[in-house]
Structures are given as structure tokens and as C-alpha cells.
Antibody, heavy 118, light 108 residues
Framework: EVQLVESGGGLVQPGRSLKLSCAAS????????MAWVRQAPTKGLEWVAS????????HYGDSVKGRFTISRDNAKSTLYLQMDSLRSEDTATYYC???????????WGQGVMVTVSS | AIVLNQSPSSIIASQGEKVTITCRAS???????LHWYQQKPGAFPKLVIY???YRASGVPSRFSGSGSGTSYSFTISRVEAEDVATYYC?????????FGAGTKLELK
């Protein structure tokens, strides 16, 4: 059974940093591209970042480019999102998702809440 | 970025009724790259339809999708109480991947 379990969320002040983790199990993690998708309270879904299966290729949404870094440790089957210079508009639930060849997200984690507030 | 215009933004339907959601893309995309998700209240999104018309594993046959080019649709043939959710279309044709604004389905 595919499982994605996020952790690392919480309340953080504007301008500070936070690192999210996503522990994967039930599939060969190193065979799949992965992504982070977020959802602000009462809002829709927004893609944040993607990373290739080997980790060499990364892509970012314009709203987080230069502030967020996606990475992975295939030996630990874990995906990360380093979030720096956080802003109030980054407040959202962050989902880890497995990304397929045709660009859809076939499995999602339960999500982790990040609140940026003073 | 490809913009997906999803309509309507909300639907109120009776059990057993047929509902259809439309997703229009700002530029043409291959049908392989248009997908639909269901998000029930308080839950994470779940893939329902991928590549326009293929049902994801375990998805009931009352859910279907069709379309091509810039116009796509998602249909529930007979709405059930458990279908109350927000539905999103999504394109994976080009970066950035984008989602429609969502359609909230409620029961009458």
C-alpha cells in the first residue's frame, strides 16, 4: 500500500524558515518523480515544486522560486521542502504527492499545516 | 502558464441526478494530460480520472470524463451522498502544472 506521511509543519514567524518532510513507503521511491502541492485555507490547489526521480531536475512555482528548495533522499525514501523567508501568504496545508509521467498526482499524503504569523 | 477555467463553481444536485463539470484550457492540451480530482471536506485530494477518461483504481463507474483540445468535461451519472466534495481539473502538459478553481458539489 502506497503511503505518504508529511511532517514538520507548525506556526512560524514571517521571515523565518521551516523544513517539511514526507516519508514514503509501499513503492520504490527512487523510481518516481515527486511534488509538493499546497492549499491555503478555504482556497484551491496550487502546485509548489517538483523533483525528478534521481533528484537532478527541480521545478518551482513562481510564488516560491528562490525561497523554497525541494530535495529528496532516495536511501531514506523521503522528500523534503525547505521553506525560507516565509510570508503570510505561504500559510497553507502542504501535500506531498507522487507525480506520474502524464503529469497527474496519483497518491497524496494527508497534508501538514504551515501557519506563518507573528 | 495554462489557465484552466472550471464551471460551474458550485452545484446543488439531488441524489440520482446527473451532473457535469466543464474545464476549459487557455491553450490546447493533449488529452493525456488532463486529470480530475475529488476532495471531500477535511480530506486530501484523490485522483478520480486521469488522461481525460480513465478511472483511477477503485473509482465507481458513475464517474466519467471526456474532451479534447481546450474543452473537457467530468460527469457523475447518478449522484450519491458520498460524492459531496469539491472537484478539480488539472493539466500536466506543461510547467507549471495548474488546477482549475474547483467545483463544489452539494446535495439538495
Amino acid at each position: 500500500e502506497v503511503q505518504l506521511v508529511e511532517s514538520g509543519g507548525g506556526l512560524v514567524q514571517p521571515g523565518r524558515s521551516l523544513k517539511l518532510s514526507c516519508a514514503a513507503s509501499g513503492f520504490t521511491f527512487s523510481d518516481y518523480n515527486m511534488a509538493w502541492v499546497r492549499q491555503a485555507p478555504t482556497k484551491g490547489l496550487e502546485w509548489v515544486a517538483s523533483i525528478s526521480y534521481g533528484g537532478s531536475n527541480t521545478h518551482y512555482g513562481d510564488s516560491v522560486k528562490g525561497r523554497f528548495t525541494i530535495s529528496r533522499d532516495n536511501a531514506k525514501s523521503t522528500l523534503y521542502l525547505q521553506m525560507d523567508s516565509l510570508r503570510s501568504e505561504d500559510t497553507a496545508t502542504y501535500y506531498c504527492a507522487r507525480l506520474t509521467y502524464w503529469g497527474y498526482f496519483d497518491y497524496w499524503g494527508q497534508g501538514v499545516m504551515v501557519t506563518v504569523s507573528s | 502558464a495554462i489557465v484552466l477555467n472550471q464551471s460551474p463553481s458550485s452545484i446543488i444536485a439531488s441524489q440520482g441526478e446527473k451532473v457535469t463539470i466543464t474545464c476549459r484550457a487557455s491553450s490546447s492540451i493533449s488529452s493525456n494530460y488532463l486529470h480530475w480530482y475529488q476532495q471531500k471536506p477535511g480530506a486530501f485530494p484523490k485522483l478520480v480520472i486521469y488522461s481525460t477518461s480513465y478511472r483511477a483504481s477503485g473509482v465507481p463507474s458513475r464517474f466519467s470524463g471526456s474532451g479534447s483540445g481546450t474543452s473537457y468535461s467530468f460527469t457523475i451519472s447518478r449522484v450519491e451522498a458520498e460524492d459531496v466534495a469539491t472537484y478539480y481539473c488539472q493539466q500536466g502538459s506543461s510547467n507549471p502544472p495548474t488546477f482549475g478553481a474547483g467545483t463544489k458539489l452539494e446535495l439538495k
